[in-house]
């Protein structure tokens, strides 16, 4: 009797995990991304059939002998009306209800992408018109594996001030502002894990694909040897910056989903790294993009703010600065926001991210949606060029300089050839910088904001801060 309980358990769970099973992404309440074929997958029994249902169209098709399954809906337009998708086996079908079709955009990063939004500046009045039923948010635990993992345990969820209030406040605050402009829904889903290196969220084989990260991908892949032969309480407490861990566990598990783009807010962990973090992303880009299917996929980087990093060199971060702005502008299908303005010395973590936010919302809404003007971009620097005393700096994206407080402008130093750096003045005429020192006769090098806790006050005619830069220093 003992043995035939024990064959029918047996038998039921090997029915169990025979039956057609979907990603963890799709669940009731979804967001599938509109004008590009949906794309539905999942697991089964081999030679198991399989047919999906959105709206008017139906897509057949038979498990693999590998036991996976992967099937393309045509392209829906974007609504806001709940709608059906259903996914039939031959042992039984799953429904899943009010889905939406719009944009989704992933939030990715560390612990400032991670801030929820209960805990920002002003909370109480932004979480008041939090209810939104076309924003749906899809939290993603924060776990890590050393192979790359197929299952998650998240679900979408409707906005409401709850749910939204222990979300990412960046992620929901740019997305809705792009829902509200857009007008079309907005899923959103948040990856982030404070503390994680650029390292956990990226794979090794897209490292080597660069030739810069060449070292980088020697060392990591002496970490991830290491981390395979240790056990759990022998690799270090803080496993989100064990390199590809968070991939593994918390992106891979969501591809092939399509998705719009992606927000990317990190880079506290590797910001000693000057130049190298901006290969490093390069490395980021191409793993997410391969991830997610969509080789053209935005990627939009938050500048860090100011802080003071103890005792570090003042030009540390300014050097992470540039590399996070020369990938933004090496890569056609990338952005950045400056956040001079919006960091504090003393703490790593800004509770006001509601300006960063509108910021970042208003560059996706110009260089992704054509909505809006360049203004939206941080005036950047083009040239400098010397007549006599003056060095005359010429920006892309000037749109209007002025000093946010109608002083002079900040945080100007110059140098001769001897490379010594005096403090200047910065005058404003016709868009264009003239800076001129009275211990520099003959101007051979400028800094603007280089320096970790800079807060220039030099802005477009929006108010967007101009970017930090040494004249010595290449950011494209």
């Not at 399989?50 to 098709?61: L, N, Q, S």
């Not at 990412?168 to 503390?195: E, F, H, M, R």
Request: with cysteine.
């Amino acid at each position: 009797m003992k043995r035939q309980l024990i064959l029918a358990a047996l038998s039921g769970a090997a029915l169990t995990l025979g039956a057609v099973e979907t990603a963890p992404v799709f669940t009731d309440d979804m967001v599938l991304q509109r004008d590009t074929p949906i794309r539905v997958w999942g697991t089964g029994k081999s030679g198991e059939k399989v047919e999906v249902t959105f709206g008017d169209a139906t897509v057949r098709g038979t498990v693999s002998r590998n036991g996976s399954w992967k099937l393309e809906l045509p392209a829906a337009k974007a609504s806001a009306t709940g709608a059906v998708l259903t996914v039939k086996g031959d042992d039984g079908t799953k429904t899943f209800r009010n889905v939406l079709v719009g944009d989704i955009w992933l939030c990715a990063g560390q612990s400032n992408m991670q801030w929820v939004l209960k805990n920002i500046t002003n909370a109480a009045e932004v979480l008041a018109t939090a209810e939104n039923p076309q924003i749906r948010l899809y939290q993603v635990p924060r776990v890590w594996n050393r192979t790359p993992m197929t299952t998650l345990n998240a679900r979408w969820t409707l906005c409401t001030p709850q749910t939204a209030g222990n979300f990412s406040a960046v992620g929901y605050l740019t997305g809705a502002q792009i829902q509200k402009t857009v007008g079309v829904p907005v899923g959103l889903i948040d990856i982030s894990w404070g503390g994680c290196r650029i390292e956990s969220m990226t794979t090794l084989e897209s490292m080597k694909k660069f030739k810069s990260l060449e070292q980088t991908a020697k060392s990591t892949a002496s970490q991830i040897a290491d981390m395979m032969k240790k056990k759990d309480d022998e690799l270090r407490k803080d496993k989100q910056r064990l390199p590809v861990a968070l991939y593994n566990a918390m992106v891979h598990p969501l591809g092939p989903f399509a998705v719009t783009g992606m927000l990317w807010y990190q880079g506290e962990d590797n910001h000693s790294e000057g130049a190298l973090y901006g290969e490093k992303l390069k490395a980021l880009a191409d793993t997410w993009r391969n991830n997610f299917a969509n080789p053209d996929m935005p990627i939009y980087i938050v500048q860090l703010p100011p802080f003071k990093y103890g005792n570090e060199d003042s030009t540390r971060i300014p050097n992470f600065w540039a590399a996070q702005q020369r990938f933004a502008q090496t890569d056609k299908n990338a952005g950045f926001i400056v956040a001079t303005d919006c960091g504090e010395e003393n703490d790593i973590h800004p509770r006001n991210k509601i300006p960063l936010a509108e910021r970042l919302a208003n560059l996706v809404l110009y260089h992704h949606y054509k909505i809006g003007d360049d203004s939206a971009m941080a005036p950047t620097f083009r040239r400098a060029t010397r007549d006599g005393n003056r060095a005359i700096v010429e920006f892309d994206h000037a749109n209007g300089l002025k000093t946010r407080d109608g002083k002079s402008v900040s945080h100007l130093m110059l140098a001769g050839k001897d490379n010594t750096f005096h403090p200047a003045t910065g005058v404003i005429e016709a868009d264009k910088l003239i800076v001129t020192s009275e211990r520099v006769a003959e101007p051979h090098r400028l800094r603007f904001g280089w320096d970790k806790l800079a807060n220039p006050n030099l802005v477009n005619r929006k108010g967007v801060p101009a970017a930090p830069f040494d004249t010595a220093v290449k950011v494209d």
